[in-house]
């Protein structure tokens, strides 16, 4: 079953700060996260681990609630090269590999100046 | 390093033709899989590879054939299309090991529009 994302969509002004919200109703190994610009591919963000570990970018931090099966996103001080389409991406086992990975229908986030 | 390499980038189909996609990625990664994307949909698995001669199917396989004959190539094949697979279909290769390592690395696309 999909994750649920929230806000569908959010715009913003450049230098605002933005949350996005990925819920899930099973419980969690692993969540990650996911940005798409209009016509090219996904391009990886952040993993979070049940447990605390997490890898991702300097300027992009992330949540992970195991009791809630949720995870939370934050861009702060926003700029333009953050929009896009953000996707989380759910393991609801711990396996090698990520196979099973279940991606929710994702957040459109547009940044103007 | 060119990572994960899709081709075609574009295709129309007749309904009933087949086809191939192809999907190769140089980063020697164990795990392979193909992914549609439909609009307001999401990214939903296909079929996925854990190693060469291993697949198993995703979400969403029918209609859809996938083989793994070597660790770098993972080809999905329409068997006969149908307009509902008109989609953008994406391949990603990701690192065995679990954990922090299971970064997925995605092809550029392949738009395929059925008539």
């Known amino acids: 079953q999909q994750p649920v994302q929230s806000p569908q969509a959010v715009i913003l002004r450049e230098g605002e700060d933005a949350v996005i919200n990925c819920s899930s109703s099973k419980a969690l190994y692993s969540v990650h996260w996911y940005r798409q610009k209009h016509g090219e591919a996904p391009v990886f963000l952040m993993i979070?681990?049940?447990?605390?570990e997490q890898k991702g970018h300097e300027k992009i931090s992330a949540s992970f609630n195991e009791k809630k099966q949720q995870s939370s996103l934050y861009l702060t001080a926003s700029q333009l090269s953050y929009s896009g389409t953000y996707f989380c991406g759910t393991e609801s086992t711990k396996i090698f590999g990520n196979e099973k990975l279940t991606f929710g229908t994702g957040t459109r986030l547009t940044i103007i100046p | 390093n060119a990572g994960v390499t899709q081709t075609p980038k574009f295709q129309v189909l007749k309904t009933g033709q087949s086809m191939t996609l192809q999907c190769a990625q140089d980063?020697?990664?164990?795990?392979m899989s193909w992914y549609r994307q439909d609009p307001g949909m999401g990214l939903r698995l296909i079929h996925y590879s854990v190693g060469a001669g291993i697949t198993d199917q995703g979400e969403v396989p029918n209609g859809y054939n996938v083989s793994r004959s070597t660790t770098e190539d993972f080809p999905l094949r329409l068997l006969s299309a149908a307009p509902s697979q008109t989609s953008v279909y994406f391949c990603a290769s990701s690192y065995s090991g679990g954990g922090l390592g299971n970064t997925i690395y995605f092809g550029e696309g392949s738009w395929l529009t059925v008539v």
């Open positions: 980063m020697n990664h164990e795990y």
């Open positions: 979070l681990l049940k447990g605390g």
